[in-house]
């Protein structure tokens, strides 16, 4: 999906996805956040300049979230390829006390990104709520490579993805709470063969399973489970994966 397909449904992205009160979706948000979080502390060192680079940033969710809890020491990149959401996240940091996160409108599988980020920080890459399902197929081992090569051997890749082992269960308690931002639901939508949410607009999200997704990677590294508890059941809605371990 282009930069176009998201702008026209950036207007809907904050009250379907972050505003959403659906336990699946707040859930999956929340641990998302904690995990991810975590994870960076184990890198960010008190003598070391680190940069965190969100590679489609969509409004800004992710890092304004670390912001708050990893402080403002650190250096915040939100890169998208969509105009409106790249707007839409400047508007919500002009309302806010601090204005450090760089919102820029860029195509994160631009082989030349590294001249965004010629400094010594460490280096910490990240997409989360699946993103990596929604790049171009044709430069996505671009975009994973751009992540691993900018992270370095100091830094750290972080990859949040939906759970592609448990398709059939998990697609349709992610997307039919978040219909008015898709527009519609087909009878094919749910493509299990494909592992991929489509709809007849054109919205196309590709799921992985955790081998293909630790193969995109580059990573022998087991992921850390995203559980969500939905009627007193425990399930694996996604994971967070990483190229190294810093457990
Ligand atoms: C599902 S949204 C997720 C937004 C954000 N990561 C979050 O977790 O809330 C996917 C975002 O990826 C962006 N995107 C898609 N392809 C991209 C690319 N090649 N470079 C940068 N951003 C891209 C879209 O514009 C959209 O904002």
Not at 25 to 38: H, P
Not at 100 to 107: E, M, R, T, V
Not at 113 to 140: H, P, Q
Not at 212 to 229: C, K
Request: charged share 25%; with cysteine.
């Amino acid at each position: 999906m282009d930069g176009d397909a998201w702008n026209g449904m950036s207007s809907e992205y904050d009250d379907n996805v972050e505003g959403n009160f659906d336990p699946v979706i707040s859930g999956y948000l929340s641990e998302e956040i904690k995990i991810t979080s975590n994870l960076c502390k184990k890198i960010i060192r008190p003598d070391v300049r680190s940069t965190i680079i969100d590679m489609g940033s969509g409004t800004g969710r992710v890092l304004f979230a670390l912001r708050s809890i990893l402080g403002t020491s650190i250096s915040y990149f939100g890169l998208d390829v969509s105009q409106s959401m790249i707007q839409l996240s400047k508007n919500k940091q002009s309302d806010m006390k601090d204005r450090d996160i760089s919102f820029l409108n860029y195509d994160a599988t631009n082989p030349a990104i590294d001249e965004l980020f010629d400094d010594d920080s460490i280096k910490i890459t990240m997409c989360m709520y699946n993103t990596v399902g929604v790049i171009d197929v044709t430069k996505r081992q671009q975009f994973f490579d751009n992540m691993i090569r900018l992270a370095g051997k100091n830094g750290l890749v972080l990859i949040s993805a939906f759970n592609g082992d448990n398709f059939s269960f998990i697609a349709p308690k992610m997307y039919v709470p978040m219909k008015k931002m898709i527009k519609q639901i087909d009878d094919d939508s749910f493509d299990e063969g494909k592992l991929a949410f489509k709809n007849k607009l054109g919205y196309y999200s590709q799921w992985f399973t955790k081998n293909q997704l630790l193969d995109l990677l580059r990573s022998n590294v087991t992921p850390i489970p995203i559980d969500v508890s939905l009627n007193k059941h425990v399930h694996t809605f996604g994971h967070i994966f990483s190229n190294r371990s810093v457990l």
